[in-house]
């Protein structure tokens, strides 16, 4: 088994004044910095993703601002790869899929921001392109949600998209789990 850590759009943009802040950013960027340095420990094959918008209509991950930087927390270090995306899928329009194949990997430990949207659709895909995929539900962070005026708390959106991978794209666990191999 070879396994990669992907770090999903942990970026400053999502943080306390931050454009576009999420419930739980902090706490769980500390949660994605411990399983980030298990794997920097153990030589691990680590990618950052980072989300640079380029829609005309765009309010954040501007191109060229603070807010599209890497959070301190989970910060790149010289020769980790970082992939650069427009779409919430890592792997659309992205050489994601052709970096971890020639890397021989075949399973991914996943974490980020936002859950409901770029963890849910990459986690999906990665599923799809034949990766096993295990998600880090506490180093992963939402939003409340709106639809037809009914408003979801960030907590329910977490645990409806959280258990809807755990069903058959992701094996879903706390880092606290992960890192002690449970």
Avoid: W
């Avoid at 931050?18 to 739980?24: P, S």
């Avoid at 180093?139 to 949600?145: E, P, R, S, V, Y």
């Amino acid at each position: 088994m070879n396994k990669a850590l992907i770090i999903i759009d942990v970026q400053n943009d999502y943080f306390e004044n931050g454009a576009a802040e999420l419930v739980g950013s902090k706490e769980a960027s500390e949660k994605a910095k411990l399983v980030l340095e298990k794997f920097r420990n153990e030589n691990g094959l680590i990618v950052h993703i980072q989300h640079v918008a380029n829609r005309p209509n765009a309010t954040y991950f501007l191109p060229g601002t603070m807010g599209t930087e890497i959070h301190v927390n989970v910060s790149p270090r010289s020769g980790e790869k970082i992939v650069v995306k427009h779409f919430p899928n890592s792997f659309r329009g992205t050489s994601l899929v052709e970096y971890l194949r020639s890397n021989a990997i075949t399973d991914l430990v996943i974490c980020g921001m936002m859950t409901h949207m770029c963890v849910d659709a990459t986690t999906r895909a990665a599923k799809d392109y034949g990766f096993n995929c295990v998600v880090i539900g506490d180093a992963c962070a939402t939003k409340d949600l709106e639809i037809n005026g009914s408003k979801v708390s960030a907590t329910n959106v977490q645990t409806g998209f959280l258990s809807a991978l755990s069903y058959f794209y992701a094996t879903v666990k706390t880092a606290e789990q992960y890192l002690n191999n449970q």
